[in-house]
């Protein structure tokens, strides 16, 4: 069974930093791209970032970029997302997504970890 | 940088059909999948790649795209079908998801 378990978020400082997990398992994570979403309270998914199955190729969001960090550990499974200079905007659950192959599709979703940047 | 345009809310009487569009230019050129997200759950892919369905996902829900609208069609809507949907699609190498729409079945 395909399970992806987002771990690491919790409540920071304007200005903080805080690095977000998602560990994966029934699957062999290494051939897979995968990536991060987030969903404000109420609102609607916004796409965060992308990374390629051996982590040489990133893609993020404009809102993100220079700011926030995809990377992923395929040895231990584990997928990571830094956030650097967060601000109050950046509060939101943040879903880690498996991009299904070759359909461009994100297949299987974890339940997510609450970020709230706030003083 | 490209959008995706859902209505805000869609309803439906059980067992109707309900029809959910989603547009962008020339969305019909690139694949558009479609999400299911009910509350304090996470969302579940229900169409991928225009038209098909994942494993478990029932029959009917459906999914066309072509021109600049892409629409996800739910015959027989049953109560458990109310949620939020949203549709998505890629352009230069980012994703990007509609607005989301909430479907009331009443």
């Known amino acids: 069974e395909v399970q992806l378990v987002e771990s690491g978020g919790g409540l920071v400082q304007p200005g903080g930093s805080l690095r977000v997990s998602c560990a994966a398992s029934?699957?062999?994570?290494?051939?897979?791209?995968m990536h991060w979403v987030r969903q404000d309270p109420g609102k609607g998914l916004v796409w965060v970032s992308r990374?390629?199955?051996?982590?040489?190729?990133?893609n993020y969001a404009d809102s993100v970029k220079g700011r926030f960090t995809i990377s992923r550990d395929n040895a231990k499974n584990t997928l990571y997302l830094q956030m650097n200079s967060l601000r109050a905007e950046d509060t939101a659950v943040y879903y880690c997504?498996?991009?299904?192959?070759?359909?461009?599709?994100?297949?299987?979703w974890g339940q997510g970890t609450l970020v709230t940047v706030s003083s | 940088s490209y959008e995706l345009t859902q209505p805000p809310s869609v309803s439906v009487s059980p067992g109707q059909t309900a029809s959910i569009t989603c547009s962008g230019d020339?969305?019909?050129?690139?694949?558009a999948c479609w999400y299911q997200q009910k509350p304090g759950q996470s969302p579940v892919l229900v169409i991928y790649?225009?038209?098909k369905r994942p494993s478990g996902i029932p029959e009917r829900f459906s999914g066309s795209n072509s021109g600049n609208t892409a629409t996800l069609t739910i015959s027989g809507t049953q109560a458990m079908d109310e949620a939020d949907y949203y549709c998505?699609?890629?352009?230069?190498?980012?994703?990007?998801f509609g607005g989301g729409t909430k479907l009331t079945v009443l």
């Open positions: 997504a498996r991009e299904s192959y070759g359909s461009g599709s994100l297949d299987y």
């Open positions: 029934g699957f062999t994570f290494s051939n897979y791209w």
């Open positions: 990374i390629n199955s051996d982590g040489s190729s990133t």
């Open positions: 020339k969305l019909g050129d690139k694949y």
């Open positions: 790649q225009d038209l």
């Open positions: 998505q699609a890629w352009d230069s190498n980012t994703v990007v």
